[in-house]
T-cell receptor, first 115, second 114 residues
Framework: GAGVSQSPSNKVTEKGKDVELRCDPISGHTALYWYRQSLGQGLEFLIYFQGNSAPDKSGLPSDRFSAERTGGSVSTLTIQRTQQEDSAVYLC?????????????FGNGTRLTVT | AQKVTQAQTEISVVEKEDVTLDCVYETRDTTYYLFWYKQPPSGELVFLIRRNSFDEQNEISGRYSWNFQKSTSSFNFTITASQVVDSAVYFCALRLYNNNDMRFGAGTRLTVKP
């Protein structure tokens, strides 16, 4: 069966440009998460979607970051006016439900490089 | 607040050696869940195990075993008779009840040499 799909796998952009990262979760999974993994670091929580509920945006580092999830499925993470410190791997994960004991299933990530 | 510490940044062993990856967590909550994930060189994190705070029973799955001790707030992971394919970055994670943020440790990079 298909896992979590992310695109693009790699993105190089110039400082100041906007980027959009896409995540297609596992079919039927109601919860969707975005994490950021900087080089040599652990995973940093960014945002969480659960069904039709308002997303938990508590992890977004600045107002340049936003995300949406259309139709309860595909999600897009947008970074406006990119900065060099935004360079990282952005990981998307989904789970069957948003309950605390549901393991997350991760995609391969999008490696973003801001030059 | 919750925090996960994986003090071992990198570990290198020779094939067939046993290796233990340490994980120490901090939380004041009484209900929480602990996880281990594996991130092989391909990059995709793979779920290995979940434990809830009320279940301190240790678990063994093949060459993998986990030791959960609430008294020391630790959830250590042991690989017995390591193999080259075990080479990866291993993450320990903590999620509190009624909280959307799964907090990850910084990870331990395990290299198993032939």
């Amino acid at each position: 069966g298909a896992g979590v799909s992310q695109s693009p796998s790699n993105k190089v952009t110039e400082k100041g440009k906007d980027v959009e990262l896409r995540c297609d979760p596992i079919s039927g999974h109601t919860a969707l998460y975005w994490y950021r993994q900087s080089l040599g670091q652990g995973l940093e929580f960014l945002i969480y979607f659960q069904g039709n509920s308002a997303p938990d945006k508590s992890g977004l580092p600045s107002d340049r970051f936003s995300a949406e999830r259309t139709g309860g499925s595909v999600s897009t993470l947008t970074i406006q006016r990119t900065q060099q410190e935004d360079s990282a791997v952005y990981l998307c994960a989904s789970s069957v439900s948003g309950t605390e004991n549901s393991p997350l299933h991760f995609g391969n990530g999008t490696r973003l490089t801001v030059t | 607040a919750q925090k996960v510490t994986q003090a071992q940044t990198e570990i290198s062993v020779v094939e067939k050696e046993d290796v233990t990856l340490d994980c120490v967590y901090e939380t004041r909550d009484t209900t929480y869940y602990l996880f281990w994930y594996k991130q092989p060189p391909s990059g995709e994190l793979v779920f290995l195990i979940r434990r809830n705070s009320f279940d301190e029973q240790n678990e063994i799955s093949g060459r993998y075993s986990w030791n959960f001790q609430k008294s020391t707030s630790s959830f250590n992971f042991t690989i017995t008779a390591s193999q080259v394919v075990d080479s990866a970055v291993y993450f320990c994670a903590l999620r509190l009840y009624n909280n959307n943020d799964m907090r990850f440790g910084a990870g331990t990079r395990l290299t198993v040499k032939p």
